[in-house]
């Protein structure tokens, strides 16, 4: 039988980390890499069995590479902590490496927005590329909104993987600050250019996008949340890129 390596990223993941793990407890291995957890997340992956290894921040492409980079199994499975596997979802990954029809897969991946899952906005079926054969695969050296990189044949798999992303309004603010200051240094380091107007245009257009052509009116309040959130993003990210043009910086 195929064996299986589950790699993760983390920073500060307490809140997260144990029900992912659990999740993944079938797994043969666990690697964590963290990158400098001032909270429990450490001691509650060396509990569960994980094998854990610090390291600095230098974006979650290298990071997850780095994670990569300890797995020793034939397959990986790449999860997020606040990402968790049903049981349908195991055994369709079992069924998957044992037929061996492609060298990586596209999971479906089920996001829930304060408590709600989202059916609409562009977030249900938001497949990604998570399950893959070890040496045929790497990830992208992106600092934010890293993709697998993978020599070969991908199929999409049925069962979604659960997403419990922004469990707060608190969490929403510090994912939003995060990923535009990730983003616009990414776009910084691409040599890519931006101005004011440019930022706003770019964040009306983002909830455009969000709440008219992907639906996410059909979602309701959490429809209109999703849509000024990323609106919000896409603003701050561009805006930031300009401060960053202009000799200032922002924190990865």
Known sequence: MPSLSVVLITKNEAANIRDCLQSAAWADEIIVVDAGST??????????????????WPGFGAQKNRALGYATKDWVLSLDADERITESL???IIRCMNEDGADGYYLPRRSQFCGKFVKHCGWYPDYVLRLFKRNAGRFSDSLVHETVLLSGRTSRMKNPVLHYSYLTPDDVERKVEHYSNAGAKQMYQAGKKSSIPSALLRGGWAFVRTYILRLGLLDGATG??????????TYLKYRKLVALQRGSDVET
């Open 39 to 56: 909270d429990e997340t450490v001691s509650i992956c060396k509990e569960l069995g994980a094998q854990v290894y610090v390291h600095d």
């Open 90 to 92: 195991r055994a369709e």
């Open 224 to 233: 209109w949340n999703i849509a000024r959130m990323n609106a919000r993003t």
